[in-house]
Structures are given as structure tokens and as C-alpha cells.
């Protein structure tokens, strides 16, 4: 941990801009709306909040961006977490339609975040998917196809292995799906640039503030060691880091920990022959590794989940094997940073949104895809707390089963579960 920061030890800390050092609560105030928790859901719904005219605090843990948010692989795919085929298959066409174009505004929403508010954050495009297994052969032109044909998406392409092999330097992929609208991202920058632009609109913004408790009434009292605000709505935006805040939540998403790495600067020509450019990559795996280079040419790498309270004590030699399993030309390759951060997963992979009471609203379980969703989390319950619903019933009606077990035995059958899919995956 970098204690002067307060985050933990990653490519990212060490490359952020525009820290700013928010003080702890301390005494009773008073506002329109208390949000928990400083991510992009948090972040973003205060922004939207404060732009529709209300007195907004945020209260955050740690520090802004110290969440899965400021950890994240930065790959921002298109659509929702899960694919198209699957939401068709579960809800028709008409209602996967409309969840793939509710994903299409999220992509927008965080290039005109971006634009508007000059945020530097390394916003790059493109993604590369590669598949690993033979039995997946031909997904991506299906996919292609069905996006182009039925979603108005025709920017995926597929791509065969030798396409494949020139974008990216390993021997794993059979075929690939390249997108050529998926968008990268610096996602502690981007943080950053966001609670930077809620503070000039006005947003009370508390760090190192965890909260205690806060009263099911309306208005709600909410609680911190130091100090209390009370306010005619809550946001809960505490994700995978919600611990017994809230248990009327906690048992439809399962916190999982997932790893990172980044390389030492490989150099342009190094960098360039292992990803042939700035775009994010995927593989087709249970337990997903994704990579990209970062704009000083390392090899960010994400691989290995685990579903215990603590870290292996190793991460960068908890890592190293995934990125070396796709990439052995970097066995010379000295590791810089290495750094785990906690997402949660709900059972179907989508996204869980709603209104635990008239005056509470929450976002979370963005099951490895939320720098999209969960900004768009925040905007659409901004809109929900403001009158305006639309978008955020038709999130908040997807049905979210709760975890076999609860909050109490989810992580025994989820780690059965786990070991299930990965053997299959070898298989
Ligand atoms: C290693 C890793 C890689 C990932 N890669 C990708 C990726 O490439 N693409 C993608 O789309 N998604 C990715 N994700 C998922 C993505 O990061 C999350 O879905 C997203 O950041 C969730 O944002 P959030 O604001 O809801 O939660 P978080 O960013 O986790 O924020 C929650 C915040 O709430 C605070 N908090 C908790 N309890 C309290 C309390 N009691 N009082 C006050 N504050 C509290 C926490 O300190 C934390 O800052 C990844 C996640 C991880 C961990």
C-alpha cells in the first residue's frame, strides 16, 4: 500500500493525475441526497445528480477510484456482460434489443464524460476477443453476423487465426472477434475526472468517511465514525466492497478478487509486436484473461480470480504463469506492479439494480463489466431519484436470483462452481 495515497500499490496509482485530498465527515450536515461509496456508480450518480439541480454528498470509505474502479483491467466491451445470443434466448429479441442499445448510451455516456469535463485518461479504441478452444469455432462470425444483422452493430469483425496472430503475438488463439467501437481506458483517471467534475458541480465529496449505518426512514440518518448526514435519499454504490451494510442486497452478488500485473516498458517495437496496437484483448477462458498495452508500452495484464477474504501474498507470481501460458517470449520480462481488486458477480451476469425502499436506490453485481454499466448505473438512478425512471426500470426489472446459500454459504458451492467451469474449460 502507498500509504501517502491511500491506494494500493498499481500501474495505476502511479500514473494517476488529479488526486485531490477530499477530508473525512465530521459533524452533522444535511443534503438532498448521501451516496455511499466513491466508484464509478457513486461518482457518477452524484455528477448527475448535482447537474439536475440537487445537494448531493458523497461519502466514500477509502479514497475516490480505491474500489474495483481505480484497479480495473480498463477494457470496455460492447453490450452487457452477457451476450446477445444468451439475453435473446432469455428475454426475445425486443428486450435484448433494447438492453444492447442501454449498453450502446453507457459506451457514449463515458466518451462524452471524457469530452465534456477534458478528462485525461487514455481513452483509446478497440477489442480484440481471441478464441482458446476448438469447440468455439465459428462464434465470432455468428456473433458478427447476429450483431450486424439484428443490433445495427456491423463494427465486429472475424477474424481467422493468422488475422488474429498479426494483432496479437501469441499462439493461443484460434480465431479472433475484433470490435472495432470497444474502447480502453485509464480507469482511475477516469475516477478521478469524474468526482473532479461532480466537486464543481457542487458535490460535497468525503474520503476515509466508511459508513457505519444508516436509518431505514425517511429522511435517512447516515453514519459515520465522525459524523452523520441526513438526506431525503441514499444511493448504496459499495459493489463487492458492501460487506453488512446492507443485507437486503448482499446475497445476489458474490465478491470475487481478480489479479493484475504490469509489465516493465517493453519499449515501441517490443510492444508493437506483441499487440499490434492500442486496443483491449480477451480470451474466451471461464476465469477471462485480458491484456493491452499501456500508453508507456507495458503489458497490462489481468488473469486469476480467487474467492477468499485475502490476496495470495504473491500476486505477481499468482499472475505471471496466466500471462506467460499466452505470451512465453516474456519470460525476461520483469513484473513493475501487481495488484488484486474485488468485483461482484451476480448468478446470470447481469447487472443488479433497484429501490430497496421509496428513498433508497442501489447499483452493483456488474459481473466484470462495469466501467460502462456502472457509470450508467449512476446516471439512470440520478434520473430515478429525479422523476424520471425509464431506463432504470428496465435494469432494475432483470431478475436476479440470490446466491445458493446467502451471504452466509454462497462462497463454498461458488467455489465448486468455479473449479466446475475452469476443468471444463481445460477440457
Ligand atoms: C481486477 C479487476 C479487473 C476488472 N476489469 C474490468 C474491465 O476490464 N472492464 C470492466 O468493465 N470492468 C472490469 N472490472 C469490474 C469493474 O471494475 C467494476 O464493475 C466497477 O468498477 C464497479 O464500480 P462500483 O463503483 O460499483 O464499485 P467500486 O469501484 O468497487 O466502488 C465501491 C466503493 O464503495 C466504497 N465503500 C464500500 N463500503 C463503504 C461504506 N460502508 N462507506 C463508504 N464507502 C464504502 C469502497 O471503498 C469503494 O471505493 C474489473 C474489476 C476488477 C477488480
Avoid at 102 to 115: C, G, H, T
Avoid at 197 to 205: H, P, T
Amino acid at each position: 500500500m502507498s500509504e501517502m495515497a491511500g491506494y494500493p500499490d498499481s500501474y495505476y496509482a502511479a500514473t494517476a493525475v488529479g488526486v485531490r485530498d477530499c477530508p473525512p465527515l465530521e459533524g452533522e450536515r444535511k443534503a438532498d441526497v448521501c451516496v455511499i461509496g466513491g466508484g464509478f456508480t457513486g461518482v457518477s450518480a452524484a455528477l448527475n445528480l448535482a447537474e439536475r439541480g440537487l445537494d448531493v454528498v458523497l461519502l466514500e470509505a477509502e479514497r475516490i477510484g480505491f474500489g474495483a474502479s481505480g484497479r480495473c483491467g480498463g477494457l470496455i466491451g460492447s453490450g452487457q456482460r452477457k451476450e446477445v445470443v444468451d439475453t435473446e434466448k432469455m428475454f426475445g429479441l425486443e428486450r435484448s434489443r433494447e438492453l444492447w442499445d442501454l449498453a450502446e448510451l453507457a459506451k457514449q455516456e463515458i466518451r462524452d464524460r471524457v469530452d465534456k469535463h477534458d478528462i485525461s485518461c487514455d481513452l483509446q479504441r478497440g477489442q480484440l476477443v481471441g478464441i482458446h478452444k476448438k469447440r468455439y469455432l465459428g462464434w465470432a462470425k455468428e456473433i458478427a453476423d447476429v450483431l450486424a444483422t439484428r443490433y445495427d452493430y456491423p463494427f465486429c469483425t472475424a477474424l481467422n487465426a493468422e488475422e488474429t496472430r498479426a494483432r496479437v503475438a501469441s499462439n493461443d488463439f484460434l480465431e479472433g472477434l475484433y470490435d472495432s467501437k470497444a474502447l480502453t481506458i485509464h480507469p482511475l483517471n477516469y475516477a478521478l475526472g469524474l468526482a473532479r467534475a461532480a466537486v464543481e458541480r457542487g458535490v460535497r465529496m468525503y474520503e476515509r468517511s466508511r459508513v457505519l449505518k444508516y436509518s431505514r426512514a425517511d429522511p435517512a440518518i447516515v453514519e459515520t465514525a465522525q459524523g452523520s448526514i441526513k438526506a431525503s435519499f441514499v444511493v448504496l454504490a459499495c459493489n463487492a466492497y458492501l460487506g453488512d451494510l446492507e443485507p437486503r442486497m448482499a446475497g445476489k452478488m458474490m465478491p470475487i478478487n481478480n489479479f493484475m500485473i504490469a509489465t516493465e516498458p517493453l519499449g515501441e517495437v517490443r510492444a508493437k509486436e506483441l499487440i499490434n496496437g492500442r486496443f483491449g484483448v480477451h480470451d474466451t477462458r471461464f476465469v477471462v484473461d485480458y491484456f493491452r498495452l499501456s500508453d508507456d508500452n507495458r503489458l497490462l495484464f489481468g488473469g486469476g480470480e480467487n474467492y477468499r477474504s485475502r490476496f495470495p501474498r504473491d500476486i505477481s507470481k499468482f499472475v505471471r504463469p496466466y500471462m506467460l501460458r499466452l505470451f512465453p517470449q516474456l519470460s525476461d520480462v520483469a513484473i513493475d506492479y501487481a495488484w488484486g481488486g474485488t468485483l461482484s458477480v451476480t448468478v446470470n451476469r447481469l447487472p443488479h439494480l433497484g429501490r430497496l425502499q421509496p428513498n433508497v436506490f442501489f447499483g452493483q453485481g456488474y459481473s466484470g463489466h462495469g466501467i460502462s454499466i456502472a457509470t450508467f448505473a449512476g446516471k439512470v438512478i440520478a434520473e430515478a431519484v429525479t422523476g424520471t425512471a425509464g431506463k432504470f426500470d428496465v435494469l432494475a426489472d432483470l431478475p436476479i436470483h440470490t446466491f445458493p446459500g446467502g451471504t452466509l454459504l454462497r462462497y463454498p458451492g461458488m467455489v465448486l462452481a468455479m473449479l466446475y467451469y475452469t476443468i471444463r474449460d481445460r477440457i
